[in-house]
């Protein structure tokens, strides 16, 4: 346990702030400024990049393409409010040297919770992000945040999660297509089939079936390759997270 850990943030005027961790727990901190940008270096092979989030509205920073899935996973996630990116860092002392440490999401949950997301290194866990995870966690104590660890699926459900998000825009939205599109999977349907039974175009349809799929209005079995055969039907509301993780999601 580290002695004199602290939360540095940015006040309404945009100057940076320190608190002990054990007040910052009352801070607000998702509508803040970010307290640091990663700045890409030509030797690295990260990419920093943004998500545009449709739970927000707004652009959630990413410092790597595995955040990037991250965010996204964000954004899909019902019970996720509200989150951002880089708006609080960590700081103590340890031996005889500071130490820094910036989270990479603040979320908060419709329970009103507030869940820190970290993620390790591509290359995988070492010593230095083990110690950093065991501060965060101190901080978590300290604070009242809880610690989320989201594991980003892989392969078919990765795809098709990616896929849909193309669509999560409301302008993708059409109430009268939507009826359709739910009164067509009141029952397990195939995709195609659905759209036919619609009456409809089929593309002026997919783009609303798409977006149902990510508002969660209607959904499938995520781990096979979204197509004409995908079985569709209504529902898909997540379990609750407490802390989340992003099994619970797909």
């Not at 910052?24 to 700045?39: F, K």
């Not at 030797?43 to 998500?51: A, Q």
């Not at 509205?57 to 989150?83: E, I």
């Not at 002026?204 to 079985?231: C, E, F, I, K």
Request: aromatic share 8%.
């Amino acid at each position: 346990m580290v002695k004199d850990l602290r939360i540095v943030h940015r006040n309404g005027a945009g100057r940076e702030v320190q608190v002990p961790a054990d007040q910052a727990g009352v801070v607000e901190l998702l509508d803040r400024e970010p307290v640091w940008v990663p700045l890409r270096h030509p030797s690295e092979r990260s990419i920093v990049t943004y998500w545009w989030s449709a739970t927000t509205g707004k652009h959630v920073g990413c410092r790597s393409l595995q955040r990037l899935s991250v965010a996204m996973l964000l954004d899909f996630h019902p019970h996720v409010t509200d989150f951002a990116a880089w708006t609080a860092r960590l700081e103590w002392s340890e031996r005889g040297r500071a130490r820094r440490f910036v989270p990479d999401f603040f979320v908060r949950t419709a329970q009103g919770a507030t869940v820190v997301v970290a993620c390790p290194p591509a290359s995988g866990p070492g010593g230095r992000w083990e110690r950093q995870r065991q501060v965060l966690e101190q901080a978590c104590q300290e604070t009242g945040w809880q610690l989320g660890s989201p594991r980003v699926p892989q392969g078919g459900a990765l795809a098709n999660l990616r896929w849909v998000a193309r669509y999560r825009h409301p302008r993708n939205a059409d109430r009268e297509v939507e009826e359709k599109l739910l009164a067509a999977f009141a029952r397990p349907l195939s995709l195609m089939d659905g759209v036919q039974a619609t009456g409809m175009p089929r593309l002026a349809v997919l783009p609303q079936l798409y977006h149902l799929l990510w508002r969660r209005q209607l959904t499938m079995n995520w781990s096979v390759p979204l197509g004409p055969d995908s079985v569709v039907h209504r529902g898909g509301a997540a379990r609750s997270m407490r802390p989340f993780t992003v099994q619970e999601q797909v």
